[in-house]
Antibody
Framework: EVQLVESGGGLAQPGVSLRLSCAAS????????MHWVRQYEGKRLEWVAT???????YYPDSVKGRFTMSRENAKNSLSLQMNSLRVEDTAVYYCVREGTNWAFENWGQGTTVIVSS | EIVMTQSPGTLSVSPGERATLSCRASQSINSNLAWYQQKPGQAPRLLIY???TRATGIPVRFSGSGSGTDFTLTISSLQSGDFAVYYC?????????FGQGAKLEIK
């Protein structure tokens, strides 16, 4: 069974950094493309980052230059380093596994990030 | 960026009836469209990928259709557990984008 468990969320002030982690199990992690997706309180979903099996990374403009996604295949883990946090980064952050069908097949339970002064 | 627009925003349907949700892309996404279901307090769950293929374990009452820019999710004979929020998503181009969501509520 695929399991994705996020951690690292919390309350942060604008401008500071936070690092999210995702522990993966139940599938061949090293072969999977992985994503972070966030959901705002109003329920809108936004893709945040992608890392391919070859460590290639992609980001939308809203986080490019501030967020960095990385993976450690030996530990079946993902990280999202979030720098220069903004109030508008407040959301629930999900770790997502991409299926062989390219859709977002498996989701973690999410971790909440609140950016507020 | 491809904008995904869902309609209606809220749909009220009685159990046992059929529900039809629409999703339109601002440009062609071929068949690279997925549908997700989200219940309160839970993460989204993949229902449909490739516009029309049910994900593993998804009941046959869920069906998807369309290609290019116009897509439909149909749920035949609604059950109580089907009342939720539904999102469409395109994965044809980065940035991957989602629709704003459509709430399916009990009439």
């Amino acid at each position: 069974e695929v399991q994705l468990v996020e951690s690292g969320g919390g309350l942060a002030q604008p401008g500071v950094s936070l690092r999210l982690s995702c522990a993966a199990s139940g599938f061949d992690f090293s072969l999977s493309d992985m994503h972070w997706v966030r959901q705002y309180e109003g329920k809108r979903l936004e893709w945040v980052a992608t890392i391919g099996s070859g460590d290639d990374t992609y980001y939308p403009d809203s986080v490019k230059g501030r967020f960095t996604m990385s993976r450690e295949n030996a530990k079946n883990s993902l990280s999202l380093q979030m720098n220069s946090l903004r109030v508008e980064d407040t959301a629930v952050y999900y770790c997502v596994r991409e299926g062989t069908n390219w859709a977002f097949e498996n989701w973690g339970q999410g971790t909440t990030v609140i950016v507020s002064s | 960026e491809i904008v995904m627009t869902q309609s209606p925003g809220t749909l009220s349907v009685s159990p046992g009836e059929r529900a039809t949700l629409s999703c339109r892309a601002s440009q062609s996404i071929n068949s690279n469209l997925a549908w997700y279901q989200q219940k309160p307090g839970q993460a989204p769950r993949l229902l449909i990928y490739g516009a029309s293929t049910r994900a593993t374990g998804i009941p046959v009452r869920f069906s998807g259709s369309g290609s290019g820019t116009d897509f439909t999710l149909t749920i035949s004979s609604l059950q109580s557990g089907d009342f939720a929020v539904y999102y469409c998503q395109q994965y044809n181009n980065r940035p991957y984008t989602f629709g704003q969501g459509a709430k399916l509520e009990i009439k």
